[in-house]
Every structure is written in C-alpha cells, then in structure tokens.
C-alpha cells in the first residue's frame, strides 16, 4: 500500500507558499502519494470548518497516512486525529510551530481567532491513541509560538521534540523554503513503523 502524506497548512497560509512544494516534490520523489489540501476561509480559521475539510481530504486514514503540520495546521492535525473512531492509528505526523498552550505576537483584530483554538477543548490522551509516533520541531525565535509549547506534544503525545535555531515561525515570509527536518523527521517516522 501506497504512504500518503497530508500538508496542513496555517493561519493566512495556502498549500503553495514557503516549504511546502519543496516538501511535496521531495515526499513524491520518495514514493509517498502528497496531497496539500486548501482549507476554508484562511484569514479566519475555525474548527468547525477546517477540521471537516483536512477529514474530507483525508478520507480512510490508516497507518499509511502521515500528516505535516505547519502552526494552525498542527492544531487541525490534533483535532482531527481527536474524532477519528477507536482503534484507527495513523502512520505518525510531524508538528512544525504547533501551539497547544501558548500563542503570543497576536495583533487585536487576531486574538478572538486565537482564542476560537486556543478555548476550545481537545483530549490529547485521546489523540495519542490514534497517533503512535510524532515529532515537534519549534525555532527558538518563533515570535508566535514559544518554546513552551513544547511540553504538551513531549509529556502528552510523546513527540520527539527538535529545536532549530533563528527560522521565526518557518514561513515563506521569513525565507524558509526548503525545511530538510520535516522531510528527515518523516522519513524516520516511516523507517520506524517498517521495523515494528
């Protein structure tokens, strides 16, 4: 069977800026089926919208499906990975400047978006079931997403955690093209569940 691999990305995102058609290039050279779903209304994120369209996407996940989230996208990730049935597992996912307890830098007119995410409940226990490996890479200068959020995806979703130095939050806008830890940390995801 075919590895899928899905690009979630963020907030004010697309599917086509920064790293993300160098990582699908680069994952479909290697064999994996990419798809980089557009989600809905990306100046204003919701729950309500942008998990159903990632599972629309998505569709039969199994332990072929990988997912790469990119900052909202990892928030998506989780709460999707949150309502699939018991006893589904996914392949793994790597978290790029994922939040789960902290997001700073928020102008006014953005703080009702984050706090739409951030108030909103998720059962991280229940996540781990369906996701048996992940990785969390943060930059040290992320201006929205610090370090701190580190303890969540390590204490909670076991996720192995990577810290770059000086790549902001890893957007197009702050020059990050190509991110070589993602596709590193998938392909190490998919070499694991091959010796298990």
């Known amino acids: 069977m075919k590895k899928r691999a899905f690009i979630v990305h963020g907030w004010g995102g697309n599917p086509q800026e920064g790293w993300f058609p160098w990582l699908k290039s680069e994952l479909e050279g290697k064999g994996f089926e990419v798809k980089a779903p557009e989600l809905p209304e990306t100046d204003a994120p919701r729950i309500y919208n942008w998990v159903p369209a990632l599972a629309k996407s998505v569709k039969n996940p199994d332990e072929q499906t990988y997912f790469i989230g990119h900052s909202m996208g990892c928030q998506t990730i989780v709460r999707y990975l949150e309502t699939l049935p018991e006893g589904i ?17 928020l102008k006014e007119e953005e703080k009702e978006t984050g706090e739409h995410w951030m108030n909103s409940k998720l059962d991280l226990a229940k996540v781990k079931n369906h996701l048996p490996k992940s990785v969390a890479i943060f930059s040290d200068n992320d201006p929205f997403v ?20 000086n790549m902001g939050h890893f957007s197009g806008s702050d020059g990050v093209k190509k991110l070589p830890a993602v596709l590193d940390a998938i392909l190490e995801l998919t070499e694991l569940n091959k010796q298990n």
């Open 89 to 105: 597992k996914v392949g793994g996912a790597v978290f790029v400047a994922g939040f789960l307890n902290n997001l700073t830098g």
């Open 146 to 165: 610090p370090l701190n959020n580190r303890a969540e995806y390590e204490n909670i979703l076991g996720s192995k955690i990577m810290i770059e130095k």
